[in-house]
């Protein structure tokens, strides 16, 4: 495959994802409870104290994490893919002490050492190569700085995949990084003393369809090897049979996400 070629199917994966999101931004919140319990846990790894602080929420979204932020005393960077998200996010914050900025993670405009802390809440899931964005993360925090991050890792979401692998060959769930692929891209960004955990997180939902409007509702849409045809009812009706093979003893039906929650001192 040629370099050009490279170059241009990973800037379509980054408007496909930057779109996705950006469609999802008006009615997010209503299906991110999810998201803010991982938000929460990440917020538990930093100071209660943030003032005189700078922070960058990178992947701000709607700006959950910010607004914390910015209550805990911290000037706020909201950096984001998907400029509808960083308008939910200034509804949410307003102008004093944040700013909002269009970013790529795997490219930062921003100068070396400029962050106390940076933030990055189920976002980097959605980078080909973690070690990417880490690096630069780690390039823009000061040397006297942590950083913090949440991302999913193997087995999110396998009684959907599970589910799915039923009704047809094509991929209806993204796959995910192993935490020693974690490992391996910390080392690779010359991040060596953090702290992970990898707590599981489950959500219950009444139907099949229930959970992929959360996912939709989320713009986690984006998946690569999927079918570009139409989902009829028949094969949602499958994927409902196939799913409640899961369903615990009241009938609801569980979606499991593996999370890693990480903290690097630098």
Sequence with gaps: MSEALVIQEETNDKLAISTAFSRAAARYDEHAKFQRQVADKLLALLPDDLSGTTVLDLGCGTGYCAKALLQRGASVVCADLSREMLHKARQRCGNENVTYHIEDAEALSFSSSSFDYVVSSLALQWCDDLALPLAEIKRVTKPSGQYAFSTLVT????????????????????????????????????????????????????????????????????????????????????????????????????????????????
């Design 155 to 266: 087995g999110s979401l396998k009684e959907l995949s599970a589910a799915w692998s039923k009704v047809d060959e094509y991929q209806h769930v993204n796959r995910f990084i192993s935490t020693n692929q974690i490992k391996i891209a910390l080392a690779q960004s010359g991040s060596v003393k953090y702290q992970l955990d990898c707590p599981e997180i489950v959500m219950w939902y009444q139907t099949a369809l229930d959970l992929m409007k959360d996912l939709k509702g989320i713009g986690a849409t984006h998946v690569k090897g999927r079918s570009r045809s139409f989902t009829g009812k028949k094969t949602l009706q499958k994927l409902e049979m196939e799913y409640n093979k899961f369903s615990n003893p009241v009938g609801l039906l569980p979606a499991s996400y593996q999370v890693c929650l990480g903290l690097v001192t630098l």
